[in-house]
C-alpha cells in the first residue's frame, strides 16, 4: 500500500515564478539572499527577499516639508538614515544632508576630461569622490581631490590625506613636497 501524500507540505504562500510560473527558491548570493526561480539557467528571475521600503523611525512634528507641507520623519532606507516627507509617494522631498557649499572648489575628471568630480555617499554612509558622467567615466577617489600637479610625474590632481598631499595617479601615489609658504 503506497500513500500518495507527501511527506511535508509546502507552505501554501510559496510563490510562482512570473515569467515561466515554477517555484520561486531562496537563494544566497555575495549580497545576501534572494527569491530566484528554480527553472535557473532557463529562466533568470530574481526577487529580493527584503523589499526596500522607508520605514518610519521618528517623526519630527515640529517640521513641515517645503514642498507638501506634511510633517517630516527620520526614515530609514536602502542606503541608511536620512529625514523625508511622511506624505511619500505623493511627495518626494528628502533633506539633501551632504549638499556641496557655494565656495566648494570644481575639478575637472582626470580620466575623461568632460565631467567634474562630485562627493558622493555610498550606502555604508563612506564618502568618495567619482565623475558626474558615471556610468560613462567610472572615475573614482576614496580621498578627498585637490586640484595641482604631482611634483613627480605631473599628473594633475592630488589627494589629500590627513594634512599631507599625495598623487592621484595610481603607480605614483608619492608624497608630495610641503609648498613653500612665502
Known amino acids: 500500500m503506497t500513500d500518495d501524500t507527501p511527506l511535508f507540505k509546502l507552505p501554501h504562500q510559496q510563490q510562482l515564478c512570473p515569467l515561466c510560473q515554477n517555484t520561486l527558491q531562496i537563494k544566497s548570493s555575495k549580497n545576501g539572499p534572494f527569491l530566484g526561480c528554480s ?8 526577487k529580493p527577499l527584503q523589499q526596500h521600503d522607508h ?12 514642498q507638501c507641507g506634511a510633517i517630516l ?8 538614515m536620512f529625514i523625508g516627507c511622511t506624505a511619500y509617494p505623493e511627495c518626494d522631498f528628502v533633506v539633501d544632508q551632504h549638499e556641496e557649499s557655494k565656495d566648494s572648489i570644481e575639478i575637472d575628471c582626470p580620466k575623461c576630461k568632460k565631467g567634474q568630480l562630485a562627493e558622493r555617499i555610498n550606502k555604508f554612509g563612506k564618502h568618495f569622490y567619482g565623475c558626474n558622467r558615471y556610468p560613462d ?6 580621498d578627498k ?5 604631482c ?12 594634512s599631507e598631499l599625495y598623487c592621484a595617479k595610481k ?10 609658504a612665502g
Open 39 to 46: 527553472a535557473y539557467p532557463d529562466c533568470h528571475y530574481i
Open 55 to 66: 520605514a518610519i523611525v521618528k517623526v519630527l512634528p515640529t517640521e513641515a516639508c517645503p
Open 73 to 80: 520623519a527620520v526614515k530609514n532606507g536602502r542606503y541608511g
Open 137 to 142: 567615466c567610472r572615475f573614482l577617489l576614496n
Open 145 to 149: 581631490p585637490q586640484p595641482g600637479p
Open 151 to 162: 611634483h613627480y610625474c605631473h599628473y594633475p590632481l592630488l589627494l589629500q590625506k590627513k
Open 171 to 180: 603607480g605614483c601615489e608619492k608624497k608630495q613636497p610641503a609648498s613653500k
